[in-house]
Nanobody
Framework: QVQLVESGGGLVQPGGSLRLSCVASGFPLILYLMRWYRQAPGKERELVASITSTGGITNYVDSVKGRFTISRDDAKNTVYLQMNSLKPEDTAVYYC???????????WGQGTQVTVSS
């Protein structure tokens, strides 16, 4: 069965850290561009970070640059999002996305809730 499963979300105080994980099953992540999106209540889904299939290029939305780090471990079929210095505006459901560029095959995870609040 092909699926992406996110974990690591939760409630954290402002300034805290969380590490999200996205584990793939049923297909090899190594061929896929990996991205983390987030969606806050009443807002559109937003691309937060991406990492190429080789892991050589990463990109971030301006609002998380210097605070979030995306990485991948293809041996574990897992992608991570390390989130530091969290702010209340980072509160959202975070989704993992895998996209195979040569044919646009795409998979989504079910999402994990991140809440930043004191």
């Amino acid at each position: 069965q092909v699926q992406l499963v996110e974990s690591g979300g939760g409630l954290v105080q402002p300034g805290g850290s969380l590490r999200l994980s996205c584990v793939a099953s049923g297909f090899p992540l190594i061929l896929y561009l990996m991205r983390w999106y987030r969606q806050a209540p009443g807002k559109e889904r937003e691309l937060v970070a991406s990492i190429t299939s080789t892991g050589g290029i990463t990109n971030y939305v301006d609002s998380v640059k210097g605070r979030f780090t995306i990485s991948r471990d293809d041996a574990k079929n897992t992608v991570y999002l390390q989130m530091n210095s969290l702010k209340p505006e980072d509160t959202a459901v975070y989704y993992c996305n895998a996209r195979r560029m040569y044919d646009n095959t795409e998979y989504w995870g079910q999402g994990t809730q991140v809440t930043v609040s004191s």
